[in-house]
């Protein structure tokens, strides 16, 4: 992937309200110091803050106040032909504005959007499920379930490029000790799974496994393919990528990783294995936060639910 680069006067400038370009007379022009993008934004916004598309949030001055003279500064040296690469994530395309302080409208608009959005991610990550549940017995469910996984995976990602490009803009580089600390906490979380499970057919005299009967039918790659692969790929675009993002955006960060937790494990069932499956989804978007990609949880997403389909 590119390495990110400072914008020229001849990039389009961003502007807020989204798609509404302010008068000359009613903006405030602000340039992020981090990603060194232009923006435009309207007067209305005078004191509160808007996030720029590298994450950072931007303050809008307030017009009425008598600015402070800028601070004597040292002339900038020139940049260089060819600068030394840079390691972390690049700057996210798509701009997220702080909903906590806008008004009751506003957030009710965003409100809805998200709750539209979630129903339309769900309903995109079911339904194929549902329809081949309803249709199939034996071993023709289990030969038509990739068919089902790929079918919900297309309409996830139809779904995440109608609601907004920054899910997609999320799969980058990150530093690389997020890739060695995933592995790591994925060991755990498979311990505590297959101790729970131990514990649960302990009590309940032991029961037959699907996941044993699904690997079974296909064999190992497609179980693979189906259990692991595919929900570790569009699960993470449609939780971490675009719930989570608009929730943070709503509630702050640590609501909205809570609530984006809780929708995961609650689309997994409302089975004894809920509170693995939410905390585990808490650690998920804790790590997407803090890497700022979700290539991280992709990984730890595949070697979990890839462990318990060869471990099983």
């Known amino acids: ?9 001849s990039e389009p400038e961003l502007f807020w ?13 602000l340039l992020c110091g981090h990603c060194h993008t232009r923006w435009l934004v309207h007067e209305s916004m005078q004191g509160f803050r808007i996030r720029c598309r590298c994450l950072r949030w931007l303050d809008v001055p307030d017009r009425s106040k008598r600015p402070e003279p800028p ?3 040292a002339p900038i040296e020139p940049v ?4 030394a690469r840079v390691h972390g994530p690049a700057p996210e395309p798509a ?8 008004g009751l409208l506003e957030r009710r608009r965003w409100i809805n959007r998200s709750l539209i959005e979630l129903f339309l991610m769900l309903s995109a990550i079911m339904t194929p499920y549902i329809v081949l549940f309803a249709s199939f017995e034996g071993s023709r469910r289990a030969l038509f379930m990739p068919v089902a996984a790929l079918a919900s995976g297309l309409l996830v990602m139809l779904t995440a490029l109608l609601a907004g490009q920054h899910t997609y803009a999320a799969i980058r580089r990150c530093s690389s000790h997020y890739f060695v600390e995933g592995p790591l906490v994925t060991v755990l979380w498979v311990l505590a799974a297959f101790g729970l499970s131990s ?9 037959d496994d699907p996941l044993s009967s699904l690997r079974t039918e296909l064999g190992v790659g497609w179980a693979l393919f189906v259990i692991a692969i595919c929900p570790a790929i569009f699960e993470e675009i449609a939780f971490r990528g675009l719930l989570q993002a608009r929730l943070i955006m709503l509630f702050g960060r640590g609501q909205g990783l809570l609530i984006t937790a809780a929708a995961f494990g609650l689309a ?4 004894i294995g809920l509170p693995l499956q939410m905390f585990l989804g808490l650690y998920l978007g804790w790590l997407r936060d803090r890497s700022g990609s979700l ?4 990984l730890v997403h595949f070697l979990y639910n890839g462990s318990i389909v060869l471990l099983t």
Do not use: C, F, K, N
Request: charged residues 30%; glycine residues 14%; aromatic residues 0%.
């Open 268 to 271: 997994h069932g409302v089975t």
């Open 17 to 29: 309200p989204p798609g509404q370009r302010p008068s000359d007379d009613e903006g405030i022009r």
């Open 1 to 9: 992937m590119d390495e990110p680069t400072e914008r020229t006067d």
């Open 199 to 207: 514990l649960v057919q302990g009590v309940g005299g032991g029961a």
């Open 95 to 102: 701009p997220e504005p702080d909903l906590r302080d806008a």
């Open 71 to 73: 601070p004597r500064i």
């Open 295 to 298: 290539v991280p949880g992709m």
């Open 80 to 83: 260089p032909a060819a600068p």
